[in-house]
C-alpha cells in the first residue's frame, strides 16, 4: 500500500480520477496517489477520486489552506501520511476533519499530531494493512508540564493549545489520556494500541491496524521505539492520567 511512485519531483498535485470504492475502504489505487512528500516540499494534496482527498507530510497552515482550496462537497474521505506537526495547527486540521464529517484513511503513517488531533477526529477510521497509528504525548504530558524553565511567553502559548484540545477532544468525545498514556505507562517513545483498546478512550469506528505488537512493521518499531499497549479487562484507562 505504500506509494513508491516516480513522482518524487511532483510539488504540488490534484489529481482527479474514477476509481471510488463502493466498500467504504480506499481502493488500492486511492492509497497509491498518495505520493511521497518532494524535496523542498513539507506536504503534498491529491484528489485521487472525486470523493476522497489525500495528504502526505507535515501538517502545516499551508497543507490546511492547499486542503480547504481542494475540497468540496462529493469529498468524504480523507486517505493522510502524516508525522504530525506543530499542536495548534494539528487541532485546526482536525477541526476541518469534524467540520465537514470525513472519514480517515491511514496510508503507512499517523503519528504525533495527526493521530492526537486528525486520527480521532474522523467519522469512521480505517488503518490500511501495514500502516500504524502511533501516539507520543500532548500539552498535557509531564514532560511538558515539568519544563524547569518556562517564559510567560510558553506559559500563553500552553494555556491556548490546551484550550484548544480540550475543546476538540469535547466535540469528538475522546479522552486526551489516549495521548500521553504511554509516558504515564513508561514507553520509551510512540505506542500503539489494538482498535479495541482505542475504544476505551472514546476512539471508535476503527478498523484495521495492529492487534499485537508483531502486527507493526519491524522497521516502524525500531525507528519509533514502537511499544504497544494493552489493558487489562477491569482497568479504568480514562482516568489512567493525573
Known amino acids: 500500500m505504500t506509494a513508491q511512485t516516480s513522482a518524487m519531483a511532483l510539488a504540488f498535485a490534484i489529481v482527479v480520477a ?19 512528500v518532494p524535496a523542498k516540499r513539507s506536504f503534498v494534496v491529491v484528489r485521487p477520486t472525486d470523493g476522497e482527498l489525500g495528504y502526505s507530510g507535515t501538517l502545516t497552515d499551508e497543507g490546511l489552506d492547499a486542503l480547504h482550496r481542494a475540497y468540496d462537497d462529493r469529498v468524504h474521505r480523507l486517505l493522510i501520511r502524516s508525522g504530525g506537526g506543530e499542536i495548534g495547527v494539528g487541532t485546526e486540521f482536525g477541526e476541518w476533519v469534524r467540520d465537514r464529517d470525513l472519514d480517515v484513511v491511514v496510508v503507512d503513517y499517523c503519528l504525533s499530531s495527526c493521530a492526537n488531533y486528525v486520527f480521532t477526529a474522523g467519522r469512521k477510521k480505517t488503518i490500511l494493512p501495514g500502516a500504524i497509528v502511533a501516539w507520543h504525548g500532548n500539552s498535557r504530558q509531564r514532560s511538558f508540564e515539568d519544563q524547569p524553565s518556562r517564559d510567560a511567553l510558553t506559559e500563553i502559548y500552553a494555556a491556548d493549545v490546551r484550550e484548544r484540545e480540550d475543546a476538540l477532544f469535547a ?57 504497544f499497549l494493552t489493558f487489562a479487562a477491569d482497568d479504568d484507562v480514562r482516568r489512567a492520567c493525573p
Do not use: K, N, Q, W
Open 18 to 36: 474514477s476509481c471510488a470504492s463502493p466498500h467504504g475502504i480506499a481502493p488500492r489505487s486511492s492509497a497509491s496517489a498518495l505520493l511521497p
Open 171 to 227: 466535540r469528538v468525545r475522546v479522552s486526551e489520556c489516549i495521548c500521553r498514556i504511554g509516558e504515564e505507562r513508561g514507553a520509551p517513545g510512540f505506542f500503539t494500541m489494538s482498535p479495541a483498546d482505542m475504544a476505551r478512550f472514546g476512539v471508535t469506528d476503527v478498523s484495521g491496524g495492529p492487534m499485537h505488537a508483531g502486527d507493526a512493521p519491524p522497521a516502524m518499531r525500531e525507528a519509533l521505539r514502537l511499544s
